[in-house]
């Protein structure tokens, strides 16, 4: 089987921009979590989504957006980029709650 | 709210060696922890986990312990290989309705042949 998959692998935006990053879990699993890890710490949660419900979010703020589509893919975006935006975004996916996640080769993202 | 940390940034162990991770957690609400190794270029993978009813859980090579009085968490790995060198996380959460791990900010790991 096919693991977890995110496009782009790495991304240069702006200050201002918008971004869009894209995950595809594994056939089977119905929940998908993003993660945002910054250089020298461990990832941070951004969002769950199980079913295409929102079912937890992080401490992020109102710029960060997420949805999950009838496939169980999902994409998290992020509005007005800032420097601090800066990391690696690591999508990962399970069958449901308290479920082993299965993690992504992340998107690297650099705002200049 | 670092509610997972990892003291030590790097570990340097002997081939053939022991090497134990440590992991220390604040929050006792959390029930479930986990460790993940992550390779450069890579997403973590996941590696070992233990519930809270437990206080070891072992795979091969790998044991994880946990000591619930003291919120801490530990990996040994025995014997320690150069393959095993990379970055350990270890992770944590609680019993709600959503699936957020707390995740400490890792230890490299680095096994000298």
């Known amino acids: 089987d096919a693991g977890v998959t995110q496009s782009p692998t790495h991304l240069i935006k702006t200050r201002g921009q918008q971004v869009t990053l894209r995950c595809s879990p594994i056939s089977g699993h119905k929940s998908v979590s993003w993660y945002q890890q910054v250089l020298g710490q461990g990832p941070q949660f951004i969002f769950q989504y199980y079913e295409k419900e929102e079912r937890g979010r992080g401490n992020f703020p109102d710029r960060f957006s997420a949805r999950q589509f009838p496939n169980y893919s999902s994409e998290l975006n992020v509005n007005a980029l800032l420097l601090g935006d800066s990391a690696l975004y690591l999508c990962?996916?399970?069958?449901?709650?308290?479920?082993?996640?299965?993690f992504g080769p992340g998107t690297r993202l650099l705002v200049l | 709210d670092q509610q997972v940390k990892q003291n030590s940034p790097s570990l340097s162990v002997q081939e053939g060696r022991i090497s134990i991770l440590n992991c220390d957690y604040t929050n006792s609400m959390f029930d479930y922890f986990l460790w993940y190794k992550k390779y450069p270029a890579e997403g973590p993978t996941f590696l070992i986990s233990i519930s809270s009813i437990k206080d070891k859980n072992e795979d091969g090579r790998f044991t994880v312990f946990l000591n619930k009085s003291a919120k801490h968490l530990s990996l040994h790995i025995v014997p320690s290989q150069p393959g095993d060198s990379a970055v350990y996380f270890c992770a944590a959460s609680v019993v709600d309705n959503f699936n957020k791990f707390y995740f400490g900010s890792g230890t490299k790991l680095n096994v000298k042949p």
């Open positions: 990962a996916s399970n069958r449901g709650s308290r479920e082993i996640q299965y």
